[in-house]
């Protein structure tokens, strides 16, 4: 039984609720109109709560690459803003212990008028990095990209390719001692998606954790050594990657064929 | 498995906890110390975010000088001759410096207002302390108000040789020493913009007309402030009327967050003389209560902000 300092990540009991109303968007008109009608008390209210993780708990060892599994809306990407720190837990804990990098889907907050120079260093800055440490990055970011002369062109002129490969090379080249990975493995083309698995490995032999979703179940099995499946913000089932995918596709009543191996 | 290395067994070391709040600070130690060692990035994102701004505007940086400058050729037209009131160049520069001023403040609310939601992206994709948005519209603002002063400089050297006599009550002053409490006023406003930023940024997030209305609010503050006239001026038209036992001029002035601020800038660029204590003391006041003010309400609640973008 490894002892508590073994594990990088530890959540546990963890519940995200949130409340969505069903404007879209919070006006003060509308909150004005709102005590106008007297629809101040709870009950009258719009408000409809979302359970996105309900009592979710699991370990991560160092080292570990954890695969997350699951349909859409299943809660795997705000388990993983949780983890990053970005969401508050409703209810239970999460202790993570060591750096965190993301890169989550939305990409890095890239502006598009900037160099993709500018771009890491900012994307470096917000992640806590020193500017002497940046500096001493930088170099292997952009090979890591290979960007070439785009490198200080505005990034409003990339592909999206380009866009996903930068925000890549920033993340997993921050040393990280924990690195999110949401649905990002599908950026560039196959030449790039080889180097990226070598990195993560790469980081792996180094004891780095790794938290990756993905709905590429082929991604799943060829580079984790752990994974769970959430369904509707539950947590199904925990196993190897290869239990795993089997049980999700037995579910989704597909077999393994060519179009859920692949990053779709 | 591998065992961590050493080195990486170290940073192992920072732990992080991540646990249910409700509407309440963080620790505010390791908030404050995290925010001290990322303000690289607020400085930066300010200067990059303005540089991108003026990547497709001809005339780009030159608009931070040329647009005060109009505005005050408007007001000085508006209250010098409409009201038929000659204050000539003084006044004129009164307003200049004023408007210049004015311009660093309305930079910091309206700028930082908006921080908070266009940075949704940045804030969904990353941890860290939030008011680094609010205090890089403060620096943006600051980048912004910095070109203007030797503008101000070169009107005011134009000026002096212009208008030779000092004597008068339209007489235009000599510069003396007062002139160095500038910067000390400059910096007041400095703390009350941040807590301004924070206080509007966190009514952005959960009221999103929040900077329609702001305009508005800021061209009546503009008006209630001593900026286009000065703090006599405000006392002589309203001193007559008496609330509470106090005139309400002074009232104006002293219930105005920016008021003394504004009140002992007037004093030193038009009378030349150092802002009176009970003006310096009062803006030191209101710097204070917005700060702390401001980083209540915003830290309390940046933690939700994810959750309402």
């Known amino acids: ?264 | 498995m591998t065992l961590p290395s050493a080195a990486s067994r170290e940073l192992y070391g920072t732990v992080q906890v991540f646990e249910p709040h409700r509407a309440s600070l963080p620790p505010m130690g390791p908030y404050l110390r995290e925010l001290w060692r990322r303000r690289r990035f607020a400085y930066e994102l300010s200067r990059t975010t303005q540089k991108a701004a003026n990547s497709d505007a001809k005339l780009g940086s030159l608009w931070l000088v040329l647009n005060p400058l109009l505005l005050a050729a408007v007001y000085y037209l508006l209250i010098e001759v409409i009201s038929q009131r000659s204050g000539g160049l003084p006044a004129f520069l009164h307003i200049v410096i004023g408007l210049f001023t004015w311009y660093f403040i309305a930079g910091c609310v309206s700028v930082g207002a908006s921080s908070v939601t266009a940075g949704g992206k940045l804030i969904l994709n990353q941890s860290f302390p939030r008011a680094l948005l609010p205090l890089s519209s403060v620096i943006s603002a600051w980048l912004r108000f910095l070109p203007t002063v030797p503008v101000y400089l070169f009107l005011y050297g134009l000026g002096l040789l212009l208008v030779s006599a000092s004597s008068g009550p339209n007489g235009l002053v000599r510069p003396t020493w007062a002139l160095l409490w500038y910067p000390v006023v400059m910096c007041i406003l400095a703390v009350s913009g941040f807590g301004l930023a924070m206080i509007f940024a966190t009514l952005m997030v959960y009221f999103r007309d929040t900077n329609k209305f702001l305009s508005y609010m800021m061209r009546i503050w503009l008006y209630l402030t001593p900026v286009l006239f000065t703090a006599e001026a405000l006392k002589l038209k309203f001193d007559h009327i008496i609330v509470f036992g106090m005139h309400l001029g002074n009232v104006m002035i002293y219930c105005n967050p920016l008021g003394p601020a504004f009140g002992a800038m007037g004093n030193i660029w038009d009378k030349g003389i150092p802002p009176s204590p009970a003006m310096l003391i009062a803006a030191v006041f209101w710097a204070v209560v917005t700060l702390i003010g401001g980083a209540y309400i915003f830290i309390s609640r940046e933690r939700d902000f994810a959750v309402r973008l």
């Open chain 1, 1 to 264: 039984m490894p002892s508590d300092s073994d594990f990088a990540i530890r959540v546990e009991d963890l519940s995200i609720r949130y409340r969505t109303t069903y404007e879209t968007n919070a006006t003060l008109m509308g909150a004005l109109r709102k005590v106008g009608r007297g629809e101040r008390s709870e009950k009258r209210r719009k408000v409809r709560v979302v359970e996105a993780v309900k009592d979710v708990s699991f370990d991560v060892t160092h080292g570990t690459v954890l695969g997350i599994v699951g349909s859409n809306g299943a809660g795997k990407s705000t388990l993983m803003r949780a983890l990053a720190g970005i969401l508050p837990p409703t209810e239970g804990r999460i202790t993570v212990q060591g750096r965190v990098s993301t890169l989550l889907a939305l990409g890095v907050g890239f502006n598009g008028f900037l160099s993709g120079r500018e771009n890491i260093m900012l994307g470096c800055l917000a992640a806590g990095l020193e500017m002497d440490e940046i500096a001493s990055k930088y170099d292997q970011i952009t090979e890591f990209a290979e960007l070439g002369d785009f490198i200080d062109m505005p990034m409003r002129t990339y592909s999206s390719g380009m866009y996903g490969r930068l925000a890549f090379a920033v993340s997993v080249n921050m040393d990280p001692d924990i690195l999110l990975i949401d649905e990002a493995l599908s950026a560039g083309d196959a030449k790039f998606k080889e180097k990226s698995s070598a990195k993560m490995k790469e980081l792996c032999a180094q004891a780095r954790t790794i938290v990756v979703v993905s709905h590429a179940l082929g991604t799943i099995q060829e580079l984790c050594s752990d994974a769970i499946w959430m369904n509707k913000g539950e947590l199904i089932e925990r196993g190897t990657p290869q239990d795993i995918t089997a049980s999700y596709l037995r579910y989704l009543k597909v077999g393994e064929s060519a179009i859920t191996m692949e990053d779709v």
